[in-house]
T-cell receptor
Framework: AQTVTQSQPEMSVQEAETVTLSCTYD???????LFWYKQPPSRQMILVIR????KQQNATENRFSVNFQKAAKSFSLKISDSQLGDTAMYFC??????????WGAGTKLIIKP | ETGVTQTPRHLVMGMTNKKSLKCEQH?????MYWYKQSAKKPLELMFV???????ENNSVPSRFSPECPNSSHLFLHLHTLQPEDSALYLC??????????????FGQGTRLTVV
């Protein structure tokens, strides 16, 4: 069975610091998509960044970037210059060839002023 | 109004009650989803609709009954729930169910408490 593991239940950093959230997954498929979603206190899940497994170049969206290590089945999210508005739950998700999303349990990120 | 809207935001119901959750999307999407989110657990996919046809039912108890009257609206009818059904219920939509890498757009969820 395909699984997604987020090993950090909660993290806390000071504003303006850089933080990395971990995600590992297990699959036998060769092509798939990986996502990071953010769920702020408003509860609305928002896409942060996505990566196709066939693309070697790591995806970047402004302050958000990923470190995709296909062989290690690792997909970490780096947030640079963290802001108070980055405080949220962050979910890693995997999309398989059946287009189903498989989710991790989430990491609660707290940005302290 | 744009995006995915869910009502009500909060719901408290007794185990013998019947209630319904509503989801509406204004994005022109063809696929809609119900998820259950419990604390410290991965999101659980409950139902998937594509062009108003149910395409996925992940062994959800019959006390949860979905309805999709058109591609913009999705309901989750609740009947004789159990306390362990208390959770955040999220609705999502996407362009379709077969778009590889397609982004899902979520509502703000309904926080359900069963007493």
């Amino acid at each position: 069975a395909q699984t997604v593991t987020q090993s950090q239940p909660e993290m806390s950093v000071q504003e303006a610091e850089t933080v990395t959230l971990s995600c590992t997954y297990d699959t036998s498929e060769s092509n798939y998509y990986l996502f990071w979603y953010k769920q702020p206190p408003s509860r609305q899940m928002i896409l942060v960044i996505r990566q196709e497994a066939y693309k070697q170049q790591n995806a970047t969206e402004n302050r958000f970037s990923v470190n995709f290590q296909k062989a290690a089945k690792s997909f970490s999210l780096k947030i640079s210059d963290s802001q108070l508005g980055d405080t949220a739950m962050y979910f890693c998700a995997f999309m398989d060839s059946n287009y189903q999303l498989i989710w991790g349990a989430g990491t609660k990120l707290i940005i302290k002023p | 109004e744009t995006g995915v809207t869910q009502t009500p935001r909060h719901l408290v119901m007794g185990m013998t009650n019947k209630k319904s959750l509503k989801c509406e999307q204004h994005l022109g999407h063809n696929a809609m989803y119900w998820y259950k989110q419990s604390a410290k657990k991965p999101l659980e996919l409950m139902f998937v609709y594509s062009l108003e046809e149910r395409v996925e039912n992940n062994s959800v108890p019959s006390r949860f009954s979905p309805e999709c009257p058109n591609s913009s609206h999705l309901f989750l009818h609740l009947h004789t729930l159990q306390p362990e059904d208390s959770a955040l219920y999220l609705c999502a939509s996407s362009q379709d169910t077969s778009g590889f890498g397609t982004e899902a757009f979520f509502g703000q969820g309904t926080r359900l408490t069963v007493v």
